[in-house]
């Protein structure tokens, strides 16, 4: 090899850690380091053909470090060179630790944002989870109470549907509990009979309304019985509400409260 084709091969080399000095190492370290080199990697030390080999190509090129570097000129040149490789290498390292923080903090915001997505969705699902037991919570509320206003229904309209009044004239006949059970009880089995024989008049509750209707049918106008029958409530009334199929729950409530009334100071 030329020698200025190895010096240029030198330039491109760390020579000071070549010789494990510094680089603001002064001409008496330099040969100090050579020095101490020559003696590590002299080739005549080397008994093994290959190790001299070996051993000869670098105290050859530690002798041509050492000249290299005692050149002021050819040092200058070589340390220009250094130190701007340094400054390439700090700026290479300060874009890189700039580079990694411009990273982590994309990272650190793309973490944020994620979380807080995270958060919108899971409290948008749980929005969703509390707004579908609120709505099941309602329907179920819902279906009971139309369960409990069919039951209620039902039962007023049982009630309306069973319940007769009886009138007779008390100066001249005397109907008391057990006459008037013995016979309206052709018709069907009685829930109630609430009987006042001194103003001649009882309220009698069918348990079924086909024997409320059958007992009114077969009674009103009969000559046998001194007693006149009719309704608790008029039959236009009767027929409104079955008509109307009593949609008004507070209606039913009146109704129940005028029946009860009306049973309790007949």
């Not at 109307?244 to 049973?263: I, R």
Request: hydrophobic share 30%.
């Amino acid at each position: 090899m030329a020698l200025e084709d190895f010096e240029k091969e030198l330039m491109r080399e760390d020579l000071y850690a070549y010789l494990s000095i510094e680089p603001t190492a002064t001409v008496e370290e330099i040969n100090k380091a050579y020095r101490h080199k020559a003696r590590i990697w002299h080739p005549d030390k080397q008994k093994d053909p290959e190790n001299r080999e070996r051993h000869r190509v670098l105290f050859e090129k530690a002798g041509k470090v050492k000249n290299f570097l005692l050149d002021v000129t050819k040092r200058g040149k070589y340390d220009q060179k250094l130190r701007a490789k340094s400054f390439n290498h700090a700026e290479r390292q300060r874009k890189d630790v700039k580079r990694r923080a411009m990273m982590e903090k994309l990272e650190e915001e793309e973490e944020r944002k994620f979380k807080k997505r995270k958060r919108e969705i899971d409290n948008e699902r749980a929005r969703k989870e509390q707004i579908q037991r609120i709505q099941e919570e309602t329907r179920r509320r819902m279906e009971e109470a139309d369960k409990e206003n069919v039951l209620k229904h039902e039962e007023n309209y049982r009630q309306i549907n069973t319940t007769l009044r009886l009138k007779w004239n008390k100066n001249t006949i005397q109907y008391e509990e057990e006459d008037l059970r013995r016979i309206m009880e052709l018709s069907g089995k009685i829930e109630t009979i609430l009987c006042k024989p001194e103003k001649g008049e009882a309220i009698v509750a069918y348990e079924r309304i086909p024997s409320a209707k059958n007992s009114y049918t077969q009674l009103k106008g009969h000559t046998i019985y001194d007693f006149d029958i009719e309704w608790v409530y008029k039959p236009n009334e009767e027929a409104n509400i079955v008509e109307d199929d009593v949609n008004d729950l507070e209606d039913f409530d009146s109704l129940e409260n005028d029946v009860l009334s009306m049973m309790m100071n007949a």
